[in-house]
């Protein structure tokens, strides 16, 4: 027969099976090996000759074994077991797992003789296989466990104990559960007192909780267990039983029917808090490394949310105390932040202050006080904030019933970076404090029958307007006062205190203020203008007084002395200020009262000397004691001397040296000055000639004239007599007048100057810008030169003010036609800078002192 593929023969094939990839094999019923083909030997690593040594079950790998037999078992027994998987081992150990198909042969009369198979090597594939799996399941472990932990543990340690032991629970029984454990918990090292306690505990279904049983337990009967968990490690034990008899973990676990058990430490930083186990009771569990790596995170995790607890635990058991001690403190105590935004109030607070409204967040600090109160407030924060220097601060809050005024201690609190973390403000109410404050301070600086200032307010207020310049300081005191009190009553001397401070007050409105400073001597500071006019305001004030008293029973010859001094806060001191005030009022008591005095240098004088001084002119004129010096008063910018100053010298062989700044004011009060005077200009006209034949013959000299002099009846034609006797020219001489002469009737004086100059004098208002002169002299008094003091000059270089009034004195002048003459020249800077200011005479040391002819 002509077969297409010619004539099948099973032999042809051998090639084939032997050539075969696949891993082909024969054994017998005994599973003896039969035949092996050469992918078989090469993948198993055994020769043919070897193979067919071995039976089937030298290749069965022993996970496998089983399964194998059970196999071969069935297709002996001619069952179909179609396409199977199982695992050998290879000559040199290695697993090798197969898939393929298994039969058998029989003979005759149906016994097997035989099984054959044919295996394809799948060890690959199974190998890529099972990393997908265990990817896969990790995959799955790790959302699941996510999961788990995010649920279980949300927002935990805000819970209340039971809560959170509960959650702590639960996240045992899912992670128990998770594993295939019937039992896991966690247990607390206690290194100082020794012992380990259960904590945390959760049991399956019907097995036995164990946690009463398991608290303090000694860590010295399972050192070795300790030790392990102290240096980080975990404790397995997969099989209890295998643990000798004695060992003291196996009679601890054995009692609670424990088979298998798994333990990880919860460290944290190298320190062992505890420990986190597994258990198996029903069954034995032999523990993977991923139930290891589960566990392990469960104890990291466990370990966070407790302490996140116990910290949160700590915190709030802190703040009950902090709010247990603040609530029995009295100050006022609460903490916010930068915001204003309150985290704390203790009841002092709550108790003592209240929002401005119902409405009104009671968590905001800025609920508690008024707009301005609450800006001041947030200054302050800033301030704190930037200079870190507490300051305390008093502003005013809502109370319960008034304002009150609240002492605000702040402190800030920063973190470790520097950022600020929050502030506590303690709190004092001074509300009643500042209320007594203010009421001392009032009785302090008031006089309590007038509500006038007394001294003291006085000399403060006095202080607080020093920006404000000169004043001035009159002191008063009502004639007879004492007497006024026995013939009327204290009452009315007390009613005539009370009107004369309005009187007074009224009288200096908003120039000044009144002070009382003794039973009846009153004290004003009246800011100084060009109004001023003494005998002016005594007749006003009289006036007044006896107005106010009018009809009454109140004597209407009420008079007042009145003493008053110019008050320059840049240039003396206020004792000096005020006990020239003093003194000038005791001039005018002196006088006989109803008077009003200007102080006078000579006031300051000691009473015997003045009395020495006074009695002694007599006798020095006599016994030739007085003489004259000159000083020279020269051109600033030619150098040219223009004139000169007779200054009288007393060499007095009882009193010594004495100047004339000492004894022309003592002369100036009586008729002294008179002789003194007639002997100067006398002494004056004498050396006339000589001078000019000195100096030259157009100079001009000066004589000092005292007031008193000059306001003599008959003086000017007396001087006028003089000169024609002496034969001096018209207007070679310059009588010095000082300012105190305007303080008489000014159309007077004017008129005075008037008939003197007509009479060929020309006149100098002397010392100008030390006392009371004003500009307006200038304006109106006929004088031909005006020497602007000593005390203006000491000042232009260091004093701007001094520097601008100088040039204004100059410039004003010159308007008039009145030549100025700088007085007091001491130094190069100083003439260097007059000599910027204009072309005019200067008289000083630096220039020429005076001397004798
Ligand atoms: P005064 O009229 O202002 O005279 C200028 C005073 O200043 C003089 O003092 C003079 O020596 C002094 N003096 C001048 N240049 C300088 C200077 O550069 N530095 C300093 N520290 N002082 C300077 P003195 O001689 O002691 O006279 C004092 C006052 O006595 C005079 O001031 C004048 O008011 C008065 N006086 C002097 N002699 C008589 C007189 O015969 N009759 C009258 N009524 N008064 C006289
Ligand atoms: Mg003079
Ligand atoms: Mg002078």
Redesign the pocket.
């Known amino acids: 027969m002509n077969e297409p593929y010619g004539v099948f023969d099973p032999s042809q094939f051998a090639d084939l099976v032997e050539q075969s990839s696949d891993l082909i094999q024969c054994a017998d019923k005994n599973g003896d090996f039969l035949y092996v083909n050469q992918s078989w030997c090469n993948t198993l690593g055994y020769t043919k000759k070897e193979a067919l040594t071995l039976t089937v079950e030298d290749v069965f790998h022993p996970d496998s074994v089983a399964h194998c037999k059970s196999i071969f078992k069935r297709v002996l027994a001619g069952l179909s077991v179609g396409e199977v998987e199982a695992a050998f081992i290879t000559k040199s150990g290695e697993r090798l797992d197969v898939q393929g198909y298994i039969d058998s042969k029989w003979d005759d009369s149906g016994n097997p003789c035989y099984t054959r198979a044919t295996f394809r090597d799948i060890t690959d594939k199974k190998r890529l296989e099972k990393q997908n799996e265990d990817f896969r399941l990790r995959l799955v472990e790790s959302n699941e466990l996510h999961q788990l932990l995010s649920t279980v543990m949300t927002n935990a340690v805000e819970l209340d104990n039971r809560e959170f032991d509960d959650r702590i629970t639960d996240a045992l029984r899912a992670f128990g559960r998770f594993v295939s454990v019937d039992r896991a918990y966690i247990f607390h090292y206690d290194f100082i007192l020794d012992m380990t306690s259960n904590t945390h505990e959760w049991c399956e279904e019907g097995i036995e909780p164990q946690i009463d049983q398991l608290q303090k337990i000694p860590l010295n009967d399972i050192p070795d267990w300790v030790n392990r968990h102290r240096a980080g490690e975990e404790v397995m034990i997969n099989n209890i039983y295998l643990l000798p008899e004695h060992d003291r973990v196996r009679q601890i676990l054995e009692p609670q029917g424990v088979k298998s058990i798994l333990t990880v430490p919860m460290m944290r930083k190298g320190i062992c808090f505890g420990f986190v186990g597994f258990e198996s009771v029903s069954d034995y569990h032999p523990f993977s490394e991923i139930e290891k790596k589960i566990l392990l995170q469960l104890s990291h995790f466990l370990l966070n949310v407790l302490e996140r607890k116990r910290i949160s635990d700590d915190l709030s058991h802190s703040n009950r105390q902090l709010q247990t001690i603040m609530d029995s403190q009295s100050e006022l105590v609460c903490k916010f932040d930068r915001d204003c935004n309150l985290s704390f109030t203790n009841r002092a607070f709550q108790q003592t202050l209240q929002a401005k409204s119902e409405e009104q967040d009671l968590s905001h600090l800025s609920s508690y006080m008024d707009e301005e109160s609450f800006e001041t407030l947030k200054e302050h924060i800033n301030m704190l904030v930037e200079t870190g220097q507490p300051k305390t601060l008093r502003i005013s809050a809502y109370g319960h019933a008034d304002t009150l005024i609240i002492e605000w201690n702040v402190y800030v609190t920063r973190y470790h970076d520097g950022a600020v973390s929050e502030f506590i403000s303690v709190g004092y109410d001074v509300t009643e404090k500042e209320k007594l404050e203010n009421q001392l301070v009032y009785m302090a600086y008031h006089d309590q029958l007038t509500g006038l200032l007394n001294r003291y307010g006085f000399e403060r207020s006095l202080l607080e307007s020093e920006s404000s310049g000169a004043c001035h300081l009159i002191m008063l005191d009502i004639d007879d006062f004492s007497m006024l009190n026995t013939i009327y009553g204290s009452a009315t001397g007390d009613n005539i205190l009370i009107e004369t401070g309005h009187i007074l007050n009224s009288l200096v409105s908003s120039n000044g203020f009144v002070s009382r400073i003794s039973s009846d001597e009153f004290m004003v500071c009246l800011n100084s203008n060009d109004l001023w006019h003494d005998q002016h305001f005594l007749n006003s004030l009289e006036e007044r007084v006896h107005h106010s008293f009018e009809g009454g029973s109140i004597p209407q010859f009420l008079h007042f002395s009145v003493g008053y001094t110019l008050f320059d806060p840049s240039a003396h001191s206020f004792e000096k200020a005020y006990h020239e005030a003093t003194l000038a009022l005791k001039s005018a008591k002196e006088s006989g009262g109803a008077a009003i005095h200007a102080y006078m240098n000579w006031m300051y004088l000691d009473l015997q000397r003045i009395n020495d001084i006074q009695k002694g002119l007599r006798n020095g004129l006599k016994e030739n004691e007085f003489r004259?010096?000159y000083?020279q008063k020269m051109n600033n910018t030619s150098g040219k001397v223009t004139g000169v100053?007779?200054?009288?010298?007393w060499e007095s062989k009882l009193l010594g040296n004495v100047?004339?700044?000492e004894f022309?004011p003592v002369f100036?009060k009586s008729e002294a000055?008179d002789l003194?005077?007639e002997w100067?200009i006398n002494r004056v006209f004498h050396d006339l000639p000589e001078l000019k034949a000195k100096y030259g013959a157009d100079i001009k000299v000066s004589?000092?004239?005292?007031p008193r002099?000059l306001l003599k009846k008959d003086f000017s034609q007396w001087l006028n007599n003089m000169r024609k006797r002496h034969k001096i020219d018209r207007d070679t001489v310059m009588l010095?007048i000082?300012e105190d002469v305007f303080l008489e009737d000014l159309n007077l004086v004017n008129n005075l100057l008037r008939s003197i100059r007509d009479n060929g004098f020309l006149i100098s208002l002397?010392?100008f810008g030390s006392g009371y002169a004003s500009l307006s002299y200038l304006q109106n008094m006929l004088i031909d030169e005006v020497?602007i003091?000593?005390s203006i000059t000491d000042q232009v270089l260091t004093n701007d003010k001094h520097l601008v009034l100088l040039n204004a004195i100059i410039k004003i002048a010159e308007a008039f036609h009145i030549a100025p003459v700088i007085?007091?020249?001491?130094s190069e800077n100083q003439l260097k800078l007059l000599q910027e200011l204009g072309d005019f005479d200067v008289?000083?040391?630096?220039l020429h002192?005076?001397e004798r002819l």
Do not use: F, H, W
């Open positions: 004259m010096e000083q100053e007779a200054l009288a010298r100047g004339p700044g022309i100036s000055i003194l005077s100067s004589i000092n004239l005292s002099v010095e000082t002397d010392d020497k003091d000593k007085e007091g020249v001491e008289q000083g040391y630096l002192r005076p």
